[in-house]
C-alpha cells in the first residue's frame, strides 16, 4: 500500500475507535472521568481509569472521533478544544500523583483551530501538555489507531514508548495543506503523502515509534488479548525504572529522531518555475 493508500485507510469510518479499544482492553472495569475543572468536558476526549489487569489500574485517555455522523458531530470528529487537553492534563497529573502509568489512544486530524478554541487558549494548552507530559513521573505509553494530525496528536504522544497500528498515519501536517502550501496543487497531495513519511514503517524506522502493531479485525478479535498482555508487560518494565532513568528514557527517545534521514527525489515541475 502507499502513502495515501494507508491515509484513506487510517481516516476510514469502518476503523475501529479509541472507546472500541478502551472497551476491549479495560471491558467493564472502565470509569470515565469528566471535565478539566476550568471550563468544561470535551467530548472529543475520552479519558478515565481500568484495571489492565488485577494488580495495575491504569488511567485512559483517548482522543475519539466518533461512529456515526450524530457521535461524530457530538465529538468533533476527534479534533479536541482545549479544555480537552486541559482535561487529559488533569487526569494525568492524578494519574502521576497515584502512581499509575497512562496509557493514551490517539486518533485525530488535529486540534480545533475555531475562534472559541483560540479565545480559550487553544495554542497555550498544547505546549503545556507537551512540557508536562515530559517530566511526568509515571510511565506513559500512547498509540497511534488511525489518523495522527499535527500538535493535536503530540498533545497526547509525548510518552516513554509510541505505537502505532500498521495502517495508522502520523504526521505534522496533512498531505492536503502540504501540497496546498508547497505547491499549490491539490494533484500532488499523493506525493506529498510520500514525502511526509507518514506511514508507520516510515515512522519506525525513522525511530520516531518504537513498535507496528497488527490491525484487529473487531472488537472481538483476540489481537487484544495479545495487546493487553504487550502494553502489561511494558508498563512493568518501565514500573521498575527509578524516577531519573524513567525521564531520562524519554528525553533521550527524542534526541535520536529522524537520524539518518535519506531524502526523497525532488518534483521538478515542466514549468520553469521548478519547485521542489
Known sequence: ????????????????????????????????????????????????????????????????????????MERNFGSAHPEGYRKALRLMKQAEK????????VDTSGAFCGIGAEERGQGQAIAENLMEMMTLKTPILSILIGEGGSGGALGLAV???????????????????????????????????ECLRITAQDLFKLKVVERVIR??????SKMFDSLRGLIASTFDRY??????????????????????????????????TAQT
Not at 215 to 220: A, G, L, R, T
Not at 257 to 265: K, R, S
Open 159 to 193: 510518552a516513554n514508548e509510541v505505537w502505532m497500528l500498521e495502517n495508522a498515519v502520523y504526521s505534522v501536517i496533512s498531505p492536503e495543506g502540504c501540497a496546498s502550501i508547497l505547491w499549490k496543487d491539490s494533484s500532488k497531495t499523493a506525493y506529498a503523502a
Open 98 to 105: 497515584f502512581h499509575r502509568p497512562v496509557l493514551c489512544f
Open 215 to 220: 490491525e484487529p479485525k473487531s472488537v472481538e
Open 1 to 72: 500500500m502507499s502513502a495515501f493508500d494507508k491515509l484513506t485507510t487510517a481516516r476510514s469510518n469502518n476503523r475501529l475507535t479509541s472507546i472500541d479499544y478502551i472497551n476491549a482492553l479495560f471491558s467493564d472495569s472502565f470509569f470515565e472521568l469528566h471535565g478539566d475543572r476550568r471550563f468544561g468536558d470535551d467530548k472529543a476526549v475520552v479519558g478515565g481509569i481500568g484495571m489492565l489487569r488485577d494488580d495495575m489500574p491504569v488511567t485512559v485517555i483517548g482522543l475519539e472521533k466518533g461512529r456515526d455522523t450524530k457521535e461524530r
Open 239 to 272: 514500573n521498575d525504572m527509578s524516577i531519573d532513568k524513567l525521564l531520562d528514557q524519554r528525553y533521550n527517545r527524542f534526541r535520536v529522531m529522524g537520524n539518518n534521514v535519506t531524502p526523497l527525489e525532488p518534483v521538478v515541475e515542466d514549468s520553469n
